[in-house]
């Protein structure tokens, strides 16, 4: 149980402490740092997605101004693969150095890199480089035109659902298809690489949600001891997932810097940013639901196809939260991959699941009207109360509230469940729901914590912020426990000095670092009250545990004084605490996961064939909000995501040849301005303190899962056209 009894400032709103940095530009972008002397590198990019280099023609681009080398297969440092730092399910991956050989796996894929010493003239030298391919029959355009199982990952059974589901008086069978998505990011990919000491040190600038993860992958590759590789992301433009991987422009700008003695800069134009850094796979889902009359869940099957590259293996788990999601005794998952010629996917925001609650969310739906039933009810009626795949209790589970919250906010008792029965104006109005889940994960972190003289504090921890608020609170759990007001309390994160801290993925950042924060700061204060109690401090005499901290100062024996003073006394400049928190053995106890419900109306035109989404209200249950403002604004961006998801984005490559078609921000469209709904959230406050002392789980991911199903869901009621194809075209309602 937690000993921070009363929240002061954890768990209340607090403006973001890096605020004023990325409103005035002090805030530093890997893109922003330049150094003395550095080049600048343009990738060249190839042009088949299926095929063999056969040659290269560099003389127009070597003498183009400002050309200092050309990178490619024939002139690159021989290196060292690396496995993949970051395991994702059962892919177990490498990472693939840029040039290794001649053949070419996808559209977009590296075949020189350029440097030259502007920006400018890399770019300009870069569209002179001259390529001839061998472009080879047999390319696997996508899941859409293979009838292909793939390759079994993944299988998971319980009961007999396959016996279930043959004599259930109910059934469905659907299969719900979703298109790529590209990440996006505002920010994006780049590295800045140089090298010190006689190549014998390395610091790399670069844009990552993992700074341990690149500098064991670049130690490895480039044979170097991990303590002679620094890595350095202050600050991150977001990355949705895509940043969590190195990718081959990191490797090559590295080589680069090493091969001409010079720090080498790389920013990927938006086009290949799209093409080489992954992006969420398209899937193929089949669903088979069996039920009693009642409602009462049978049987589950849900079976999922998803793509990966012919360069690596990586496996989105759809299937990840269907056997926790309902009470069924019957249930069975199975995950299948099938290499395609596109660039490698990777992790974004909520992997598999995202994909996953579309289609099972959406197969619930169907499920209800096939009952007749309220598909509010049809949840409540399946409910699970424990969790059925691991036989554990929740830590802490308040779906039903979530659902019965969101509910009634939303006015759902007032739903006229007949298709087209409601309507404003020219709009036919469609009001459909989902549930959302996301794991609850933990990973091992250690931090630093300083107590400084002039009353300030400091706290140091290797993770990063990608736009979240990770610096906020890590600042707000030092005040906490400390009473340095929050301005006062420096952080300093995104660096491999500090102390080793997780990646920024999963929705993991907040329930790893923030224990090993406080345990730090425990520390700091503990040496401060042996400072105090010692021989000539304020407190001699006292033991260190009769002392309590309360507003930067300590208190005993009817007086208090603060840190500055008792550090000055003894003319120190501060005391350090070191700290770290890992999991536990709580999962042999319990089961953790998030969870929420989103309800959206969605308003259709048939006049002028206009569909938009009018208003979302959703619940979701994280446990305790470390900061609500910034929590709130995380599950926002992701119903505006889940949008996108569910009306407007998909990766278009050309089914002739795997062509990527629509590589840019024009063409690969998204969620704007005009598009913005009504949206209410609302964060229950029930904190999980089984999980970490502060109660908190992640907030990053749990907002996606579930609302695209809601708006498909919605499109039914308001049209009676059910789309299992996302996203939802207006040429499908037609």
């Not at 480039?222 to 620094?230: A, K, N």
């Not at 999601?325 to 998952?333: G, I, K, L, Q």
């Not at 003894?570 to 070191?578: A, I, K, P, Q, Y």
């Not at 996606?704 to 498909?712: D, K, N, S």
Request: overall charge negative.
């Amino acid at each position: 149980m937690s000993d921070i009894t009363e929240p002061h400032v954890v768990g209340r709103r607090t403006p973001r402490v890096d605020g004023v940095d990325k409103l005035t530009g002090r805030a530093d972008y890997t893109v922003d740092h330049r150094l003395e002397g550095m080049l600048y590198g343009y990738p060249v990019p190839a042009s088949i997605a299926h095929g063999t280099l056969e040659s290269l023609t560099l003389d127009a681009a070597r003498a183009m101004p400002g050309v200092v080398d050309i990178l490619h297969h024939g002139h690159f440092p021989d290196l060292h693969r690396s496995p993949n730092s970051i395991r994702q399910g059962d892919a177990v991956s490498e990472v693939r150095l840029p040039f290794e050989d001649d053949r070419i796996h996808y559209h977009g894929q590296y075949i020189a890199l350029v440097v030259a010493e502007t920006f400018a003239q890399a770019r300009a030298a870069a569209f002179r480089v001259e390529a001839r391919y061998h472009q080879e029959a047999g390319v696997m355009t996508g899941l859409a035109a293979s009838d292909d199982e793939g390759e079994e990952v993944r299988h998971y059974t319980r009961g007999e659902p396959e016996l279930a589901f043959g004599i259930a008086p109910v059934i469905l069978d659907e299969t719900y298809t979703m298109a790529a998505e590209s990440h996006l990011p505002l920010e994006p990919h780049a590295t800045l690489a140089e090298w010190r000491e006689a190549n014998q040190r390395l610091v790399v600038h670069e844009s990552t949600q993992g700074v341990f993860y690149q500098r064991n992958a670049l130690a490895r590759i480039f044979d170097l001891p991990p303590e002679r590789v620094e890595v350095i992301s202050h600050y991150i433009g977001s990355g949705f997932g895509n940043k969590l991987f190195m990718w081959p422009h990191a490797v090559a700008t590295v080589a680069a810097a090493r091969m001409l003695g010079r720090p080498v800069k790389t920013v990927l134009p938006r086009q290949q940013d799209m093409m080489t850094t992954g992006h969420r796979p398209a899937s193929r889902q089949r669903i088979r639901l069996g039920a009693e009359l009642d409602g009462s869940l049978a049987s589950i099957q849900h079976d999922s196809l998803t793509e990966t590259s012919s360069v690596d293996r990586y496996v989105d788990a759809c299937g990840g939260a269907t056997p926790s999601a309902y009470a069924c005794d019957s249930v069975a998952t199975r995950q299948r991959i099938l290499s395609v010629h596109h660039g490698t996917p990777c992790p974004m925001r909520a992997p598999g699941e995202a994909s996953g609650v579309f289609a099972l969310e959406s197969a619930i739906d169907e499920l209800a009207v096939a009952l007749d039933m309220d598909p509010l009810a049809l949840r409540l009626k399946n409910y699970a109360h424990r969790d059925p795949q691991h036989g554990l209790p929740w830590s802490s589970k308040h779906l039903d509230r979530c659902l019965e919250s969101a509910a009634e906010r939303f006015g759902w008792a007032s739903r006229d469940p007949a298709i087209g029965s409601m309507g404003d104006g020219d709009e036919i109005i469609g009001q459909g729901m989902a549930s959302a889940t996301w794991f609850a994960g933990r990973q091992p972190c250690a931090a630093e914590v300083t107590l400084r003289a002039d009353g300030s504090a400091c706290a140091a921890c290797g993770t990063q912020d990608i736009g979240t608020g990770t610096y906020t609170i890590v600042a707000q759990t030092v005040a906490e426990l400390t009473g340095v007001p929050v301005a006062r309390v420096e952080v300093r994160l995104g660096e491999t000095r500090l102390p080793a801290g997780p990646l920024s993925g999963g929705s993991m950042t907040t329930a790893s670092a923030l224990p090993a924060v406080a345990a730090a700061t425990r520390e700091a204060l503990a040496a401060l009250k042996e400072v105090a109690t010692g021989p000539g401090g304020h407190f001699a005499g006292l033991a260190p545990a009769a002392l309590e901290v309360e507003a930067g100062t300590l208190q005993g024996d009817s007086r208090r004084t603060g840190f500055a003073e008792i550090l000055a006394r003894h003319r120190l400049s501060g005391v350090t605490g070191e700290g770290s928190a890992a999991p536990g053995d709580e999962r042999r106890e319990f089961s953790f996961r998030s969870f929420g419900a989103h309800f959206v109306e969605v308003r259709w035109d048939p006049g002028i064939s206009r569909l938009r989404v009018a208003r979302v209200v959703s619940s979701i249950d994280i446990g305790r909000a470390i900061n609500p403002v910034a929590a709130r604004n995380q599950v926002e961006g992701a119903i505006v995501m889940g949008i996108g998801m569910g009306l407007l984005e998909g990766l278009d490559y050309d089914p002739r040849d795997a062509r990527l078609i629509n590589a840019n921000a024009a063409d690969y469209r998204i969620p704007v301005h005009a598009d913005m709904p009504e949206i209410d959230v609302e964060l229950l406050d029930y904190p999980d303190y089984r999980f970490n002392e502060f109660g908190a789980r992640g907030i990053g991911e749990i907002g996606l899962t579930g609302i695209a199903a809601a708006i498909a869901n919605a499109v039914h009621h308001a049209t009676g056209k059910r789309v299992r194809d996302l996203p939802i075209t207006l040429e499908t309602l037609l």
